[in-house]
């Protein structure tokens, strides 16, 4: 059975003091693909319009 690294929700929260860089991170990246992924789709429905 494998071993976790963390025993509680609190210590994935806190990662040892590091874990407000890590969400802050997290959070920034997924801002950045939801944003890319908003723009590509808008961008691939114009086009669309374009070419018919």
Not at 2 to 10: D, G, M, P, W
Not at 20 to 42: E, G, H, M, P, R
Request: hydrophobic share 55%; aromatic share 22%; no cysteine.
């Amino acid at each position: 059975m494998s071993k976790f690294a963390f025993s509680s929700i609190s210590d994935v929260m806190n990662m040892d003091g590091h874990g407000i860089y890590v969400w802050i991170v997290f959070a920034l990246f997924f801002i950045a693909l939801s944003t890319s992924f908003f723009i590509f789709n808008l961008l691939i429905k114009k086009y669309q319009k374009r070419i018919k």
